[in-house]
């Protein structure tokens, strides 16, 4: 890992309570492989409909190996309200300067801005990084998932011919507004 690689992670991982646009108060944090519990009950409380977004096929349990995986991706954050995982981030490098990012929110916390939050953050971590672009594979139809990418900056549309659609961030200076900077203090999560 490079001199510059260590401290952006150790940043991203640092707690961070942050309001969605409803008031609500949530901590994001990085992942750690004791959240394995708390990732399956995440997946255990998404609908199937949203499982599928998030994996692009059936998955009727994730397994306990995979949720592990999940948890050591480059950039793995997750969402708590209070004692609860609601939603994981995970990024990781492609190898061509972008990095690949998928998103799981669970159904009760879509479309307070969550999604936009995490994707924001993720691009600017991966910025810092030195990746040019993120990019996050969808369905055509999964317009929740379009929108969030859109509001997060997504320029670029490409549809590789396998029923699925990649949205492009690109990651110039400037195109990622609203994110929390490296140079911020990380906030303390609030007690339990």
Do not use: F, K
Request: glycine letters at 10%.
């Amino acid at each position: 890992m490079d001199a510059r690689r260590a401290p952006v992670l150790t940043w991203t991982a640092a707690p961070r309570t942050v309001p969605l646009a409803d008031g609500t108060v949530v901590l994001v944090r990085g992942a750690r492989t004791a959240d394995a519990d708390a990732a399956a009950l995440l997946h255990g409380r998404c609908s199937p409909e949203t499982v599928y977004r998030r994996y692009l096929t059936a998955v009727p349990q994730v397994s306990r190996s995979w949720q592990r995986r999940l948890l050591l991706t480059e950039v793995a954050l997750t969402v708590w309200d209070g004692r609860r995982m609601v939603a994981l981030l995970n990024a990781s490098p492609r190898g061509d300067g972008e990095a690949d990012l998928a998103v799981l929110v669970e159904d009760a916390y879509q479309g307070r801005g969550l999604g936009t939050l995490l994707v924001r953050h993720a691009a600017g971590v991966a910025r810092l990084l030195r990746h040019r672009a993120v990019r996050a594979l969808t369905l055509p139809s999964s317009y929740a998932a379009r929108r969030v990418l859109a509001a997060a900056g997504a320029a670029a549309w490409e549809e590789p011919g396998d029923g699925t659609l990649v949205g492009r961030l690109l990651l110039g200076t400037g195109s990622l507004g609203g994110l929390i900077e490296p140079d911020d203090p990380p906030v303390r999560p609030p007690r339990p």
